[in-house]
């Protein structure tokens, strides 16, 4: 008991000084072609709201998958919420990603349950209780939106509203760090604007936002953090940055 | 693992029978239809070696004694008959017993008639022991230590039937076990396949689950009860078949072949079923478990 309060100390400390992630020099190489990521150092602290740029290839994907623990880094050290990945046993890999709320390009729920069933899964998971669950859920699709359409199923909602749901999904069990891949990627501009400034609301109370996306328009004109990546390095960090044009 | 986690558990098993349902249909049709053809063919062969077996009992040898005999050695020599493993039973037929069975199965009706011609009883010196024999392939062995008895004058027996018999129930004991060994690996192998092919189209589900943060056994476990589920009910729906067509097989033999029933005797349907209902509900459920476990394993790595 000590000991696992002496670790959460530790770990506190650590992100207190280094962020909820910090990567140190981190490179990726897959078994063929260049190195995905090329000794990448970044540092993203609580309540930061974080957009990755970059082209194909930059390495962006490489980098989410790393965060999320679905890769190891092949040299330097990833740490999320305190936690070095390299050092993560298997079985502890679904608590750390329920501190990850994550949304992605094609929204990824559960095409044969309903938005409800989809956004109640992520508490189940958990084990919080059925009493609970009936609470918490209608709350958090009343946040995003989708107050009246709990009882539809995901394909018969239009992508925004999949992404709400995928949103919703990732934000019910409160994670520190929200994870969204090219969340606007298949969306019309009025949806992606509308998710924008869910993400944007997620993180004004308080939850860490990294968003990976191409979306030159958002990026330009929501005047966050920008971390612009090329062929596996980071080339440029700006505080109220700028989408970058790759002049290749 | 909480309760509710438990009961939730085993609602999404039965709920993705349901939400899966032309796989599951796909599934239970493949294992029916490979445990039904299993079924079919231990019916048949157990009760072909039933029959086998049934006339195996009725092969018999004769032991005839020398002339001037005690009827102590007789009682003697049949207990060190009965003493013997392949005997499963000896029967004294006196002089007088075969003259009369002699009458009846030669003479008939007319036996008065015939007999007239014979004072005497002209098999007097055929007392005999008529011995059944447990396993017909120690035949020969009997026959010998039979020779070698002191008193036996004769001993009757018919090798070819006895050599006969026992080669076609050995045929048919490797015979079937290589075909029903063979129906097995097939089944296990179509039924595992299908179960793969199920879980793999649902390796996006996996992988979802896996994201948000799911552990590997609340992932795999409505899964594999899904496959259990699916293998139960694929062995089953089989067994209920090939017990229906077997009842109705044996009335139809006994009400056409009513004739023929010393030799068309069929096993009754609880030794039958005694054996297959637990080898085809255990390769069913077994099967389903094994192959959902691997697959969803294999996915599992997210």
Redesign the interface.
């Known amino acids: 008991m000590r000991r696992r309060e002496a670790i959460r100390k530790q770990q506190a400390k650590f992100i207190e000084e280094n962020g909820v992630i910090c990567l140190d020099n981190v490179s990726k190489s897959y078994s063929t072609g260049s190195p995905a990521l090329n000794g990448i150092s970044l540092k993203v602290h609580r309540g930061e709201f974080v957009f990755i740029v970059g082209d194909s290839g930059s390495g962006k994907s490489t980098l989410i998958k790393l965060l999320l623990r679905e890769l190891v880094a092949s040299s330097g050290q990833v740490n999320v919420m305190g936690k070095d990945m390299a050092k993560l046993r298997r079985r502890e890999i679904p608590k750390l990603r329920r501190n990850l709320g994550v949304v992605f390009q094609d929204f990824r729920l559960l095409n044969d349950r309903n938005v409800y069933e989809n956004v109640a899964f992520a508490q189940r998971i958990i084990e919080v209780p059925g009493r609970e669950i009936r609470r918490n859920v209608p709350a958090i699709l009343a946040t995003v939106g989708l107050a009246g359409k709990y009882k539809a199923k995901t394909t018969q909602l239009s992508g925004g509203e999949q992404q709400r749901v995928a949103l919703a999904r990732a934000l019910i069990n409160n994670p520190s760090i929200l994870l969204a891949d090219e969340p606007t990627g298949n969306l019309d501009p009025k949806n992606s604007w509308d998710i924008m400034k869910l993400l944007e609301e997620i993180n004004e109370a308080g939850t860490t936002v990294v968003v990976v996306t191409h979306n030159r328009e958002i990026v330009n004109a929501m005047q966050k953090r920008v971390v612009t990546m090329k062929k596996g390095v980071i080339i440029s960090d700006e505080e109220e940055g700028a989408y970058i044009d790759d002049e290749d | ?2 309760i ?2 438990f009961f ?1 558990t085993i609602q999404q098993g039965f709920k993705n029978l349901f ?2 349902k032309w796989y599951s249909l796909a599934s239970i049709a493949t294992i029916s239809a490979c445990l039904f053809l299993f079924g079919i063919f231990y019916a048949i062969v157990a009760n072909f070696q039933y029959m086998v077996k049934g006339a195996e009992e009725n092969i018999c040898v004769t032991v005839f004694f020398e002339d001037g005999i005690t009827d102590t050695r007789i009682e003697e020599i049949g207990k060190m008959i009965r003493n013997r493993t392949e005997v499963s039973e000896v029967v004294y037929i006196s002089a007088e017993e075969a003259w009369e069975d002699y009458q009846k199965i030669y003479f008939g009706d007319r036996a008065e008639e015939f007999i007239a011609g014979y004072p005497t009883n002209p098999l007097y010196r055929d007392m005999n022991y008529v011995v059944y024999l447990s396993d017909v392939s120690m035949q020969d062995t009997l026959v010998t230590y039979l020779y070698s008895i002191e008193g036996v004058r004769l001993v009757r027996y018919s090798a070819l039937t006895a050599s006969t018999l026992s080669g076609v129930n050995l045929l048919i004991g490797y015979v079937s076990l290589g075909i029903i060994v063979v129906l097995l690996a097939v089944s296990v192998f179509l039924i595992s396949n299908t179960v793969t092919i199920g879980i793999s189209v649902r390796r ?2 996996i ?10 056994f ?1 992932v795999r476990a409505p899964f594999v009860l899904e496959g259990m589920l699916i293998g139960l009910i694929g062995a089953a729906i089989p067994l209920w078949v090939v017990h229906y067509f077997y009842g109705s097989v044996l009335d139809y033999a006994a009400e056409k072949f009513s004739m023929l029933s010393h030799l068309l005797k069929f096993l009754p349907a609880e030794t039958i079923f005694g054996f297959l209902t637990p080898v085809c509900l255990g390769v069913g459920v077994g099967i389903g478990f094994m192959g959902s476990i691997s697959t969803v394993r294999k996915h599992l790595h ?1």
């Open positions: 693992m909480k509710s986690t939730y939400r899966n996006e589900e992988n979802i689950m896996k994201y948000i943060g799911a552990t590997d609340f997210v």
